[in-house]
């Protein structure tokens, strides 16, 4: 079954290396989710898009360059899938929707 968190305006998301955590960015800061829980850990209000392709962590990935994946704003969707393979998201409408892969 699913799980669903709301995110409005997300922009770009990714995986730190062990996947043991979510960066998101939107349009009112960044926040780092626990991909045990899918509970929020840390949280900025500090605007920093991504660069290159990347943006810094914060919280327990504090100053870590984390690749990330951005919208796609002519379908205003985002697709990523964790490192591991264990979980594949999907973004559409301020919902992000995480499956576990098969």
């Not at 962590?57 to 704003?73: C, D, F, L, R, T």
């Amino acid at each position: 079954m699913p799980t669903y968190v709301n995110i409005g305006g997300l922009v770009a998301a990714g995986f730190d290396k062990s996947g043991e955590y979510l960066l998101t960015i939107s349009h009112s800061g960044r926040g780092v989710f626990s991909t045990k829980t899918w509970s929020k850990v840390a949280r900025d209000t500090e605007h920093q898009y991504p660069v290159a392709g990347c943006a810094i962590g914060i919280g327990p990935i504090s100053g870590q360059s984390i690749p990330v994946v951005e919208k796609n704003y002519q379908t205003d969707q985002l697709h990523l899938v964790s490192p591991n393979g264990l979980f594949n998201l999907f973004y559409e409408y301020g919902t992000l929707e995480i499956s576990e892969c098969a």
